[in-house]
């Protein structure tokens, strides 16, 4: 049984950097074909991928926020962390992690969601 | 703006089939498979159909999905009150080197 769960600060400062964690199970991420995404998505607004790491360390990251992500894994304790520098309250969303489905584009599971506020 | 469109909303009666869209290019949904979500209130996005038309586990055969040149589809039949939820289509873009999401598709049950 695969699952998924975000953990990270449910508010940060402007200008300040978010660092979330997604910790997984049900699934390796040294397994070929393997990969976890990031997805977010603004109170009443429609879902933006961010970013995606593969089993072979792959990164892809959304053109428009590239300068600011960083996603990384840590495949002994079954965690993807993402960062996001210089947050702004338009930032200010549902943070998502999802595991991409192998051999497909499609995220089949996901977790419950993480609601990060950026204010001062 | 997503360089995905769907129409915001989308509404039937019990038993009806709803059919939403999703518009692309030839650079994503022309070249690259469709995903479906669902996204029922206040909860995270479910997978309902990748590659085009294949139903995960657990997805009932009323859902149903298909791609014709630069478009996409999603068909509810037999709608029912637990299908109001949000829609959204999604592919991988070469252009962008990146996955996007459709702008989303509110479905109501009347």
């Known amino acids: 049984q695969i699952t998924l769960k975000e953990s990270g600060p449910t508010q940060v400062k402007p200008t300040q950097t978010l660092t979330l964690t997604c910790t997984f199970s049900g699934f390796s991420l040294s397994t070929s074909g393997v990969g976890v995404g990031w997805i977010r998505q603004p109170p009443g607004k429609a879902l933006e991928w961010l970013a995606l790491i593969y089993w072979d360390d792959d990164e892809r990251y959304s053109p428009s926020l590239k300068s600011r992500l960083t996603i990384t894994k840590d495949t002994s304790n079954n965690q993807v962390v993402l960062t996001m520098t210089n947050m702004d309250p338009v930032d200010t969303a549902t943070y998502y992690c999802?595991?991409?489905?192998?051999?497909?584009?499609?995220?089949?599971?996901w977790g419950q969601g993480t609601l990060v506020t950026v204010s001062s | 703006q997503s360089v995905l469109t769907q129409p915001p909303s989308a509404s039937g009666t019990p038993g009806q089939r709803v059919t939403i869209s999703c518009s692309g290019s030839s650079s994503n949904i022309g070249s690259h498979s469709v995903v479906w979500y669902q996204q029922l209130p206040g909860t995270a996005p479910k997978l309902l159909i990748y590659s085009n038309n294949q139903r995960p586990s657990g997805v009932p055969d009323r859902f149903s999905g298909s791609r014709s040149g630069t478009s996409a589809s999603l068909a509810i039949s037999g709608l029912q009150s637990e299908d109001e939820a949000d829609y959204y289509c999604?592919?991988?873009?070469?252009?962008?080197?990146?996955?996007?999401f459709g702008t989303g598709t509110n479905v109501a049950v009347l």
């Open positions: 999604a592919a991988w873009i070469d252009s962008l080197n990146g996955y996007v």
């Open positions: 999802a595991h991409r489905r192998p051999r497909t584009s499609a995220f089949d599971y």
